[in-house]
């Protein structure tokens, strides 16, 4: 397993070995020893989500409210998408910084993502599914989002893509404004989860 310090403070990328013969692929996306040695502690699985997109579904930027904040462990499990992390915790070294993850089918490359931060992909192909495995149960009311085309925060989406998005992610503020209203989780409740 390779591990990746990311941009944004306390984020990963992790790309294991891939398996092949003439069965198929094994493959272990997920490594307790790896994943100890990166961030310090282990990932208490809460909830697995799994997604499936077609090409130009763009999802995110989304985030949960701190504490407890949700931190997340994604991979591509078939297709391809450019994923993406952003910090949004108000105090962090790495406030407004982001990072990208290539993720797709045949590397398994994974990143893990602290609370506090928030999330987005796009997926480059049809039928791209991706698996979360989160610390934290879904709740409603915790979950918020911050425009994934925000000009502000600048992600790099391919140009000339014809963008996908639900109401929540196309009406979602950008950074300064859930800046603003107060919205965005401080660094020093994440850092104390």
Same mark, same amino acid.
Request: proline share 7%.
């Given at each position: 397993?390779?591990?990746? #310090?990311?941009?944004?403070?306390?984020?990963?990328?992790?790309?294991?070995?891939?398996?092949?013969?003439?069965?198929?692929?094994?493959?272990?996306?997920?490594?307790?020893?790896?994943?100890?040695?990166?961030?310090?502690?282990?990932?208490?699985?809460?909830?697995?989500?799994?997604?499936?997109?077609?090409?130009?579904?763009?999802?995110?930027?989304?985030?949960?409210?701190?504490?407890?904040?949700?931190?997340?462990y994604v991979h591509c499990a078939r297709g391809r998408a450019l994923d993406?992390?952003?910090?949004?915790? +108000?105090?962090?070294?790495?406030?407004?910084?982001?990072?990208?993850?290539?993720?797709?089918?045949?590397?398994?490359? #994974?990143?893990?993502?602290?609370?506090?931060?928030?999330? #987005?992909?796009?997926? +480059?192909?049809?039928?791209?599914?991706?698996?979360?495995?989160?610390?934290?149960?879904?709740?409603?009311?915790?979950?918020?989002?911050?425009?994934?085309?925000?000009?502000?925060?600048?992600?790099?989406?391919?140009?000339?893509?014809?963008?996908?998005?639900?109401?929540?992610?196309?009406?979602?503020?950008?950074?300064?404004?859930?800046?603003?209203?107060? +919205? +965005?989780?401080?660094?020093?409740?994440?850092?104390?989860?």
């Amino acid at each position: 397993m390779r591990t990746r #310090a990311l941009a944004v403070s306390g984020a990963f990328e992790f790309t294991p070995d891939v398996h092949a013969d003439q069965r198929g692929v094994f493959v272990s996306p997920l490594q307790e020893a790896a994943f100890l040695a990166a961030v310090g502690r282990p990932f208490p699985v809460a909830q697995t989500n799994h997604s499936r997109s077609a090409r130009g579904v763009l999802r995110g930027v989304h985030f949960t409210t701190a504490p407890p904040g949700q931190a997340k462990y994604v991979h591509c499990a078939r297709g391809r998408a450019l994923d993406v992390v952003v910090d949004l915790r +108000l105090g962090s070294p790495t406030f407004g910084a982001w990072d990208t993850v290539d993720m797709d089918e045949g590397t398994c490359r #994974a990143a893990y993502y602290p609370e506090g931060v928030g999330h #987005a992909f796009l997926a +480059l192909e049809d039928d791209t599914v991706m698996s979360y495995l989160v610390s934290t149960g879904y709740r409603a009311e915790r979950e918020l989002a911050v425009s994934p085309l925000d000009k502000d925060l600048a992600l790099p989406w391919p140009a000339g893509t014809g963008f996908v998005l639900s109401e929540r992610d196309r009406l979602a503020p950008g950074l300064a404004e859930a800046t603003a209203q107060g +919205l +965005l989780p401080r660094y020093a409740d994440c850092a104390r989860v």
